[in-house]
């Protein structure tokens, strides 16, 4: 029986209209993940897109979902306001979030964040190396010391972020970059990781490592618990009167 | 010759329309906190409060601000958007920020948390006695490993915030209840301060260890350095080239 | 099947000479902790103690603990140096360690952390009152916003520890103390958690929320993945090679 | 006048038997920082080496440091336990210590840390880039948001460390191996701060980017505040009778 519902959030506009990004997600990034992470049984995996009436989501699934995946980059502004306040309010009530590649940019990346995100780019087929910065993390669990993306779009430092709480990846690039590629954070009773890897014209999401370490991270961020959103009076002598 | 320009911004609500709360700060929190720190001349220090134009702060001031106070209680809603826009951007960028007791609700703590930085809270008198959890720093110079407040609001967790980067004063409260009531964190290349003292009923600012905590406060939060607001695309060989 | 292997060591001498502990833990308060740890059925549970032969550890427990309790307090210097090499080592391969109480002083936790792990004390029946500071976490699953302990040793701040990857319970005492309680911390690929509660006088061991986060803590502490023991010189080109 | 007592420390091998490291170093490592660091009139600046009497540190000097700088390699062992036992009690009570690359497995810092500290290694004439994590940190005032060394010895992750408090610069290497090479901690009331380039047969010390940040990591380091060591009882009502 599952015990995690699991929500793939795509943008799903690349796919639609660039070819050489069809031909590596010819049903979009999120079918991708969605397929391999539904071969697990402990998972119930579905999917939502930015076209969709209400971007796939409503306050039910919303409520209902324990970990949500965010892909996103040409539309972010058309994410609603709204949606997006709900969003962060389920993350702080102990929904897990795990932010994709240039979902660095979302409103709920950012909002939060506080900051604004930002890094160096550039498309060029850099070969990226991922190297472990926190062995024994589960979200590593099954990974070697390092991996290497053959092609990636490179993002550099400075990233702005708050400190993470954990930091479990870095990578370098052909240039010489270098990248906080795998970090996570609590917010709430939620938790948040961010997941660098992931450019649309590059086949990341076929990668045995990059699908396990995903597998590991909707693992890792299901819930353990929940927050009440309140601002309680607390009278004197409360606690012995419970 | 000073080096950092204080802004100390202050709701100014309470102070003109409650008796009780005029008889602690006459001429308001902010009148109070910017004459002590105005004794010391590496700082150069004004104040700004709701009800002025533009909330007393315009884009100069702003840009031109090192470290800015805020207390606020009532009247968040009432601080438009746009100035909370420029305010986050401007800390980014580096300016400090202290945020003071009740501005844990102001829009730009939130907007710099991204969680609801909500807590349990009481107004009944409270003994507050503050412990110092990490001696030696600058924040706390001349502290001792504890300090009194024979009178505060209780604060009580769960207070809702990200993790800080520093956590260097825990409080109790008569009611047994415990608070984070002093953190740090750093967003973009700015410095973050929350210190919960400071009911408007109450002496708080007037009291020597607040006031010594508050000018360490203003020296440690002064920029050391600044962050552009960019996301700059780097070809292939950018670094070799420069 | 089990997935951890469980060790509860106890140094094993308060409750053999002193007749008022004995009464609370009459097998030990390593009993009492292995025995309701072994009733689930993922966890196999034995106990060490000091005045066996090698203080009950020998190598090949040692590398096949997967989670190692530790209860000490007035013998931690006949500890064998030797034996917290070993520990040390194991812990930074991937072990976790959950160390209790008047543990703080033990030669292991002091060798992790590398600090002096100094407190503040009294034994005089305080009210203990745990508040949640993380939720959400693991270790806290099913544990509400805050318990109460009817009696307990004061431990008070400063406490001298790094600072925790993790602070998730504070805790107040009736003289108005505060003490970080629960904390946890990486080092290699080992998980610690030091949890404060666990005076010998007191029945504490037999409470439902001790126990609780006792259980959840050596879930969350099982490993998952290693750190080799390792210093490699890597020639250029190493990668390709690979 | 100046506000801080600084000590470089070096062991002082290299320079004396190997004529490569004597044409760039012939006064030591500790004579060219030493010297650089002595130009401003707010440190006090002097030096010690391993074969010194007392490895040149009496008990008068290590309690009237401010801050000490440590260089160390083919002769950690040599170091007598009781120094390190005296160095890390001065930093806990607030010392600051900055330990440059090779120091990683200095018996102090692996004192400090609790864990192996191991790494990566090559020396082959490396280009090294070290890319600002935290800008707007005080030890990175006047840096720019990269700097290259053209020639290092690579130091690549995974370093075994416990998380740093604060990472500020993260660096690459020709092989695509990347390091934390600036990463601070607190312990007790003491700063601590790692600094990896400095390789004995390059001219690293001689880099202006690198003696800015020496300098400015020893105004960071110096003391704002002391800890005692102590562990003290404290009956019922002290607080009150204080």
Redesign the interface.
């Known amino acids: 029986m599952p015990n995690a519902n699991v929500i793939v959030w795509n943008e799903y506009r690349h796919e639609r209209e660039m070819p050489e990004v069809a031909k590596v997600y010819p049903d979009g990034i999120h079918s991708a993940i969605a397929k391999w992470l539904g071969t697990h049984d402990d998972l119930s995996v579905s999917t939502a897109t930015l076209d969709e009436p209400g971007c796939g989501l409503d306050d039910e699934k919303i409520q209902n979902c324990d970990v949500m995946l965010w892909w996103g980059h040409m539309a972010h502004d058309e994410v609603p306001d709204e949606l997006v306040d709900k969003l ?1 309010r389920r993350v ?1 009530e ?1 929904m897990g979030v795990i932010v994709l590649h240039s979902g660095h940019f979302s409103k709920i990346f950012r ?6 995100c ?5 498309e ?1 087929d850099d ?1 990226e ?1 991922l ?8 979200i ?4 070697d ?2 991996f ?1 993306l053959d092609r990636e779009e ?1 993002y ?5 972020i ?2 993470p ?3 479990i990846l ?3 690039f ?5 990248f ?1 590629s795998g970090c996570t ?7 948040v990781f961010y997941f660098q890897p992931g450019h649309e014209t590059y086949p990341t999401y076929h990668d045995a490592n990059i699908q396990r370490i995903l597998l590991n991270a909707v693992r890792w961020a299901t ?5 009440r ?11 012995d009167k419970e």
Do not use: Y
């Open positions: 962060q702080l102990g909002r939060l964040m506080g900051t604004t930002q890094l160096k780019w550039r060029a070969r190396i190297w472990v910065t926190q062995p024994g993390h589960p590593l669990a099954g990974i010391d390092h290497i490179m550099g430092e400075h990233f702005d708050p400190r709480d954990e930091t870095i990578s370098s052909d240039g010489g970059e270098v906080r954070w609590r917010r709430g009773a939620g938790k819930p353990a618990g929940a927050m959103i309140e601002c309680p009076n607390k009278p004197s002598g409360w606690l």
